[in-house]
């Protein structure tokens, strides 16, 4: 047996007043050969954007508080998913916007042993 537990839907954040603000979603082939900032060690999100958008550099970031100064800091864009938690002020001054490819949509499921029983 199986149950849906989460999606996790995967956005860029482009600061405003770029031309790409204009849009309600993007695709990967809108951000490729954009320039991004990227957490290290976010499993296969970081695999994903790398492989969807070569044309573009990324700026791998290891310290969560220095890749937050750079989002704060930069024009570069970066990545968010809706379960991700920036603080309050980190996003102000950037857009997020959904990318749309079925690859940045991802369902996590249950699996469990018929005959079990478990509660949501």
Same mark, same amino acid.
């Given at each position: 047996?199986y +149950?849906?537990?989460?999606?996790? +839907? ?7 007043? +770029?031309?790409? *603000?204009? /849009?309600?979603?993007l695709?990967?082939?809108d951000?490729?050969? /954009?320039? *991004?900032? =990227? ?5 296969f999100w970081?695999?994903? *954007?790398?492989?969807k #958008? !070569?044309?573009s ?25 809706? /379960?991700?938690? /920036?603080?309050?002020? #980190? =996003?102000?001054?950037?857009? &997020?916007? !959904?990318? @749309?490819?079925?690859?940045?949509? @991802?369902?996590y %499921? @249950? @699996? %469990?042993k018929?005959g079990?029983?478990y &509660?949501?």
């Amino acid at each position: 047996m199986y +149950h849906t537990f989460l999606t996790e +839907h995967l956005s860029v954040c482009i600061p405003f007043g +770029h031309s790409l *603000c204009s /849009y309600d979603k993007l695709t990967f082939h809108d951000l490729n050969g /954009y320039n *991004c900032l =990227l957490r290290d060690q976010l499993g296969f999100w970081t695999d994903l *954007c790398k492989r969807k #958008i !070569p044309a573009s550099k990324f700026l791998i970031q290891t310290d969560e508080s220095e890749f937050l100064e750079l989002v704060k800091s930069s024009t570069l864009f970066c990545f968010s998913t809706n /379960y991700a938690s /920036y603080p309050d002020e #980190i =996003l102000n001054d950037r857009k &997020r916007i !959904p990318i @749309v490819d079925d690859c940045a949509n @991802v369902e996590y %499921w @249950v @699996v %469990w042993k018929k005959g079990n029983t478990y &509660r949501f």
